[in-house]
């Protein structure tokens, strides 16, 4: 199978791009409930990707797990999987 990482990446950071502009937006601007309702699911969306990408990224190159930003990438997909537990069980 051929599949194209390079536009993995490009799609992963342009949702992350977009991610920042909205939350930029929403905070400090009341919203109706459906329009956070979106807000929310973009925001979890947007977190997915994140993870999938960094997932494929150490999946294609292992030898990017010695590296000194692994640590960051571990400490951040951590942080990830928290918010989806509290985002999914708590509520």
Do not use: C, E, H
Not at 60 to 79: G, H, P, Q
């Amino acid at each position: 199978m051929n599949f194209n990482f390079k536009l993995l990446y490009r799609i992963a950071f342009f949702t992350s791009l977009i991610g920042l502009v909205a939350i930029v937006s929403d905070f400090g601007f009341p919203q109706t409930d459906l329009t956070q309702n979106i807000l929310d699911w973009f925001y979890f969306f947007v977190l997915g990707v994140g993870l999938f990408s960094t997932f494929t990224r150490y999946i294609k190159n292992s030898a990017l797990l010695k590296r000194k930003v692994f640590i960051f990438d571990l400490l951040s997909i951590l942080f990830t999987f928290w918010i989806f537990y509290l985002f999914l069980f708590v509520g």
